[in-house]
């Protein structure tokens, strides 16, 4: 009774989020240019997912910060010293290996704002989540299918699940997906989506998931990746966020046979370190720094 209750408050909250929404992408518009180039950096950050996004108008995105504080230090990597802000975080579902370096990246930068899912999990990170969410940022915002940010010079970040509806078992069942788009290139974000959430994504946007790179769904678990979502994405780029030797097996084989029935590079956080894309809208090149790159 008390979760239900929760949620109706979220919904009426959520009204109010798309309304500030809409505030944060004034405020994200035109911030400082970037020659047109859009950065997309996967952070090797073990076993978790951490994304650094930077839009070609500077704008900055963080999708999850991994389980500690690796995420800080790959930012610094990433972001010049004296800049202190980041314009929005978000968190793709309640999951240690998401969430527990956020906390951190809160602490030492100025937060624009953060999105988080509508579920909720009695951890301690959890909660410490929520009140950073609700205290620390700018602005709170719920995740819901629709909502979409204009980060500047054109390129944008959709969210396409989850829905009104909450799994109060799996909390990976309400997984924050989104597609981020510049130009003529997507990259497709899924946290740990189940194939649950990819079929009903197939079904509600079958063609539009066409995505450049895909973000492979819980590490390269098997309870992600379903042959025909990789079908309908076509993805050119996989990438599997993943600790090297980690106690899941991380990533399944059943899930590289998955992405091989499409004709693409497959990359590991594991084996590449950090993995970063750059693009202007038309050309798209790959970076990573276990080849002598400086990432
Ligand atoms: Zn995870």
């Given at each position: 009774?008390?979760?239900?209750?929760?949620?109706?408050y979220?919904?009426?909250?959520?009204?109010?989020?798309?309304v500030?929404?809409?505030?944060f992408?004034w405020y994200?518009v035109g911030?400082?240019?970037?020659?047109?180039?859009?950065t997309?950096?996967f952070?090797?950050v073990?076993q978790g997912?951490?994304?650094?996004i930077?839009?070609p108008t500077g704008n900055?995105?963080i999708?999850d910060g991994?389980k500690?504080?690796?995420v800080l230090?790959r930012?610094g990597?990433m972001m010049p010293?004296?800049?202190r802000?980041?314009?929005l975080?978000?968190?793709?579902?309640?999951?240690l290996?998401h969430?527990?370096?956020?906390?951190l990246?809160v602490?030492?930068y100025?937060?624009?704002?953060?999105?988080r899912?509508?579920?909720?999990?009695d951890?301690?990170i959890?909660?410490r989540?929520?009140?950073?969410a609700?205290?620390?940022?700018?602005?709170?915002?719920?995740?819901?299918r629709?909502?979409?940010f204009d980060?500047?010079?054109?390129a944008?970040?959709?969210v396409?699940?989850?829905?009104e509806?909450?799994?109060?078992?799996?909390?990976?069942?309400?997984?924050?997906v989104?597609?981020?788009?510049?130009?003529?290139?997507k990259f497709?974000?899924t946290?740990?989506a189940?194939?649950n959430?990819?079929?009903k994504?197939?079904?509600m946007?079958?063609?539009?998931?066409r995505?450049?790179?895909?973000k492979v769904g819980?590490?390269?678990?098997?309870t992600?990746?379903?042959?025909?979502?990789?079908?309908?994405v076509?993805?050119?780029?996989?990438?599997?966020s993943?600790?090297?030797?980690?106690k899941f097996?991380?990533?399944?084989k059943?899930?590289?046979?998955?992405?091989?029935?499409?004709k693409?590079n497959i990359?590991?956080?594991?084996?590449?370190?950090?993995?970063?894309?750059?693009t202007n809208g038309?050309?798209?090149?790959l970076?990573t720094n276990?080849?002598?790159?400086?990432?």
């Open positions: 009774m008390q979760k239900l209750s929760r949620v109706n979220l919904k009426a909250v959520l009204l109010l989020a798309v500030v929404g809409n505030i992408v994200a911030r400082e240019n970037r020659d047109g180039y859009m997309v950096a952070l090797d073990g997912d951490a994304i650094f930077e839009s900055q995105v999708i991994g500690d504080g690796a230090r930012l990597k010293f004296y800049d802000t980041i314009d975080i978000m968190g793709t579902h309640h999951d290996d969430i527990g370096g956020l906390p990246v602490e030492r100025r937060v624009g704002a953060v999105m899912p509508l579920s909720i999990k951890t301690a959890s909660k989540f929520e009140e950073d609700d205290t620390r940022a700018g602005m709170s915002l719920f995740a819901m629709g909502q979409g980060l500047g010079g054109g944008s970040l959709l396409l699940y989850p829905g509806t909450l799994d109060e078992k799996d909390d990976n069942e309400n997984s924050i989104a597609m981020l788009s510049y130009g003529e290139h497709l974000f946290g740990d189940s194939q959430i990819e079929r994504l197939m079904h946007d079958g063609e539009l998931l995505a450049d790179v895909l819980h590490h390269g678990s098997k992600s990746t379903d042959p025909q979502f990789v079908a309908s076509r993805p050119s780029y996989s990438v599997i993943s600790g090297c030797k980690n097996g991380h990533p399944h059943e899930v590289i046979e998955a992405l091989e029935t499409v693409q990359l590991g956080t594991c084996e590449s370190g950090n993995i970063v894309f750059r038309t050309d798209l090149t970076l276990k080849k002598g790159n400086s990432l």
